[in-house]
């Protein structure tokens, strides 16, 4: 097999964990670097996450998915790495010094590259009913939250028309909302605990008054073609369901968003240490067991926000640079950025814990609990205290009178790479206008090239707010 | 008019459609189904039996031991890979012994080469992880594993190539004797042919009842399994059965071809054939089996749980019951009741079915061209580096991984589409090159192969099916 090329550093996945390893590493000096992806852009599962929330900690700017890897994509640019996109690494050899990668993509097929240093950043995949061990029939219309995303968000399929979402996390939630805009009924959202944070609980599950049961799983599946329904149960203390309690729910979809699985294949060490959530074992910067090997993002474990991702990969390029270098291989841990990977935004935990004239503030991660009073003598109706800013008393103010939302959804797109291309409110759009801002968007066709920013609705629902694209479309 | 028509392309069918194929006559195979081995064949755990377990000097024993001996040569002409990697029937008790020695008895009956009965320690020794608990076990070296999907396939590919026409979505509602030929009505219009053979499976019982009063009833028997992830470390190395005690159920523990561990099945009536889901008593119990016979078996490493349903002839006593291959008016034969180790008899089986059309007066003359290779068609990434080499220059799309787990590519899917009997639906696609069959389940490679199959079949994304009619993947497009 012949070696194409020679690298310093080679990282695995131009996801949110592999670009920023490669800005770092590239800003640090390191010169010949490879990303290689296998989808066909880099950004990884961003791309299909349309909705906003991302870079709220890192950047202190609420952005979609796709703006957040494009603002990657911006700094990767500058950063001299070389991308390999459409390629698939299939095997690496650590017994070999350099390193050896084989891989497969289109333009050289089979082949083999060298690296000194590897970073990988595979990221996950997603539980799958399968591994549940929930019983039932097999029947079209069981889908992962990941899988029915992309469906929708990338490739404009529907997966179905009557959901039961099972899993109460941010992904479950959020493709609820998804669902919801998209004229998808959910009929119930079940989740064994209690999770998620409060903004998505408020903003995706009671927004739009979709019901949600903890402590529940799924019996069974029914159906022998289609879905037809699910039977679910609650469960007891010791986490076995009560089956005299199961209940009936007829729908044609059941999305799963049980939980997520560090993609660890490329880690194939005859005895790879794991972790005990099952992914690559690293110390506080990313290095491994394996000497110039790193590992960071959700190949490691579950990140619960897309900042730390980020940050952690910017930990793994600073080590690779320090591995290739540095004098002193193994500098001691920077302790620098640990307050951040520690920090929490408020859960559902804190919104079930609200008083009766309390509130959480969704507008910055800090989840300021707001206490409100009735009062008619100050022009406003009421009185807010326990803001910790200025914006937090507006945001309170603005939810109790007029609430708003950032809406974000797709529109078609003709003659560019993709076929849709995501959207987003420029500013937030008033709850009730979403729906109809979402059929305006669905009338809507675009002729590429599209960029981000540009309007592509203006005031949309007579709201007086553009939609602009969140993404780029570039021509075919 | 053809000659012979075959109502049912399950293994059996397909198996004769083959060996009909070598000769100078007009077949046709019917199959209610979209695809090849839909029904029992489907769901079948992928062991080739020695033999041991039917009553001895039985048709179900018989074929089982040639059936075995027969496929080593029909692997090598279709390419399709099996390893005997020989079995261990253990034991726990005193009561298990006692089995082994009947089982013993059994396969001498039945002509099943070298077999040792061998103590709890040199089946440890052969087994690592085995319970300790284990006494005695039956030790068969000509049990094997074999890859189902590819052996269907290959089967049915080779009698296609043959000349045999297969008719997918067709479905038989009646069977007319017209005198010198049969008429035979399904829901695509009528079909006429000299010769019936009946191997419908599930249906066969009726498609008989057309031309005969019905005596065997066939029931359905739910068989279910659990899928665990390809071992790095293989764990299993033999086909495990357990001599089972009072009150249970029999289950075996197995390699696939793939290196999958397989356990299963259970045996259940049910009232229908579409009853094919799992139940949590079911897996519940093939857990129980699975740590017995293993107790270090690491659950978590579940990623699937299926059903099938294998035919039950439920009318005869156990002691009695066997596979049925008979003749069933003039000029048809029907096979009755085949469900395990039909597999492993099917070689057999089908020449048996031959015979008795042979003396109906179905004349067999060979043909000189008949071509007992299948098509070649290894994936990508399992050819050799030139021929890589070949396939990139041909086709470019060869470098493009679909399914990610599996490991195959664009250009895989595109030759699967090209080859003779096309996969049409989703399972088809996965039938023929495990696409979706890996750890993810399809979550990232289903909504991709709904679009190249969409593509490659000129039809709208929500008319790709997952199986069967009515087993649409998606409702359309969103916007």
């Known amino acids: 097999m012949e070696v194409f090329s020679h690298y310093e550093l080679v990282i695995v996945g131009a996801g949110a964990a592999g670009m920023a390893a490669a800005v770092s590493a590239g800003k640090k000096g390191i010169k010949k670097i490879l990303i290689v992806d296998r989808n066909e852009h880099s950004g990884g599962i ?261 900042d730390k991702v980020s940050l952690a990969g910017e930990k793994a390029g600073i080590a690779a640079y320090d591995y290739l270098y540095a004098r002193n291989k193994n500098p001691a841990p920077n302790h620098k950025n640990d307050a951040f990977f520690e920090r929490r935004e408020p859960t559902y935990e804190a919104l079930a814990a609200l008083g009766e004239n ?13 206490h409100i009073a009735k009062h008619t003598g100050n022009g406003r109706g009421y009185d807010v205290s326990g803001e910790g800013c200025k914006k937090g008393m507006e945001a309170a103010l603005e939810e109790l009178t007029m609430p708003k939302r950032i809406l974000t959804t797709t529109v078609k797109v003709e003659e560019g790479r993709s076929i849709l291309i995501p959207v987003r409110s420029e500013n937030p759009v008033p709850k009730g206008l979403l729906r109809a801002a979402v059929k305006e968007c669905n009338r809507c066709i675009l002729k590429a090239p599209v960029s981000r920013g540009q309007v592509v609705l203006g005031n949309v629902a007579g709201s007086g707010v553009d939609m602009i694209a969140s993404g780029t479309v570039e021509k075919i | 008019m053809y000659d012979v028509a075959i109502i049912g392309g399950g293994i059996l069918g397909c198996t004769i459609a083959r060996e009909l194929s070598r000769y100078h006559l007009h077949v046709t195979v019917l199959e209610k189904a979209y695809d090849i081995g839909e029904g029992a064949t489907k769901t079948n755990s992928g062991v080739l039996a020695a033999g041991f377990h039917p009553r001895g000097g039985s048709l179900k024993g018989i074929s089982c031991v040639k059936g075995n001996d027969m496929y080593r040569q029909i692997c090598e002409e279709l390419d399709i890979p099996v390893r005997f990697i020989g079995s261990l029937y253990v034991a726990f008790s005193r009561n298990g012994t006692e089995m082994i020695a009947q089982k013993y008895n059994k396969g001498i009956k039945n002509g099943v080469q070298r077999m040792e009965i061998i103590d709890g320690d040199q089946a440890r020794s052969m087994q690592p992880g085995l319970s300790p608990k284990v006494i005695q076990a039956l030790y068969a070296p000509t049990t094997g594993i074999i890859d189902v999907f590819g ?72 068989g279910q399994f659990y899928v665990f992830d390809k071992q790095t470390d293989s764990v299993v190395r033999h086909v495990i059965y357990q001599a089972q005690d009072m009150d249970e159920k029999g289950c075996l523990l197995t390699l696939s071809i793939d290196g999958n561990l397989i356990a299963g099945p259970t045996s259940e009536n049910v009232s229908s054939y579409k009853r094919v889901e799992t139940t949590r008593e079911g897996l519940e119990l093939i857990e129980q089996v699975a740590r017995k016979i293993m107790p270090g078996l690491d659950m978590g490493k579940v990623i699937a749980s299926f059903a099938g349903a294998r035919t039950n002839i439920s009318n005869v006593a156990k002691e009695e019951k066997d596979f049925v291959i008979r003749k069933s008016a003039r000029n048809m034969v029907s096979a009755l009741g085949i469900k395990n180790p039909g597999l492993t008899g099917a070689p057999y089986l089908a020449l048996k079915a031959v015979d008795i059309l042979r003396e109906e007066g179905l004349i067999l003359e060979a043909k000189a061209g008949f071509n007992t290779q299948a098509v070649s068609g290894k994936k990508f990434l399992d050819c050799s580096v030139a021929e890589q080499k070949k396939r990139m220059t041909e086709d470019r799309r060869y470098g493009n991984v679909i399914c990610r787990c599996e490991k195959i590519t664009e250009g895989d899917i595109l030759r699967v589409l090209s080859e003779p009997l096309p996969p049409r639906t989703l399972n088809g696609m996965k039938k023929r090159l495990r696409a979706g069959m890996g750890r993810c389940q399809g979550s990232f490679c289903t909504p991709r192969i709904i679009e190249i199959l969409s593509r490659e079949m000129k039809v709208k994304p929500e008319k790709i099916l997952k199986n069967t009619q009515g087993s649409s993947l998606v409702k359309g497009r969103v916007k």
């Open chain 2, 151 to 222: 052996l269907i396939l290959r089967t049915a590919q080779n009698a296609s190539e043959n000349g045999v026409e297969f008719h997918f979505d067709t479905e038989v509602s009646d069977i007319i004797d017209e005198g010198r030929h049969y008429t035979v009505h399904t829901n695509k219009g009528t079909v006429q042919a000299e010769y019936i053979v009946n191997t419908a499976g599930e249906e066969a019982a009726s498609i008989e009842g057309f031309l005969r009063p019905a005596d065997l009833v066939i029931r359905p028997r739910r």
């Open chain 1, 46 to 306: 961003l791309r299909q996450c349309i909705h906003d929330g991302f870079g709220l900690h890192l950047l202190q700017v609420s952005m979609t998915g796709p703006e957040y890897a494009e603002y990657w994509q911006a700094k990767m640019g500058g950063c001299g790495a070389e991308i390999s996109l459409s390629t698939t690494i299939l095997d690496i050899d650590y017994e070999k010094k350099p390193y050896r990668l084989t891989f497969l993509n289109e333009e050289y097929g089979y082949g083999v590259c060298e690296a000194d240093a590897i970073i990988l950043a595979c990221g996950c995949r997603e539980r799958t009913l399968g591994q549940m061990r929930i019983p039932g029939s097999r029947p079209a219309g069981v889908y992962t939250a990941g899988t029915a995303q992309y469906m929708m968000n990338v490739r404009n399929l529907l997966p179905g028309r009557t959901a039961v979402i099972l899993g109460s996390g941010d992904i479950g939630l959020i493709m609820a909302r998804r669902f919801t805009l998209e004229g998808i009924k959910v009929r119930l959202i079940l989740g064994e605990a209690a999770s998620g944070l409060a903004r998505n609980h408020i903003q995706c599950v009671k927004d739009f008054g979709i019901p949600i049961r903890f402590g529940y799983t799924v019996l069974s599946i029914h159906g022998y073609r289609r879905l037809k329904g699910v039977t679910i149960a609650p469960l007891d203390a010791g986490g076995m369901p009560r089956i005299e309690e199961k209940e009936y729910i007829q729908c044609d979809t059941l999305l799963v968003a049980a939980g997520l699985i560090p993609e660890t294949e490329l880690w194939s060490l005859p005895d790879n240490p794991l972790s005990e959530v099952g992914g690559i074992l690293t110390d506080a910067e990313g290095r491994t067991s394996q000497p110039g090997v790193f590992a960071c993002g959700n190949v490691t474990k579950i990140f619960d926000l897309v």
């Open chain 1, 358 to 370: 309390e509130m959480i503030c969704t507008r910055c991660p800090r989840g300021c609990i707001l």
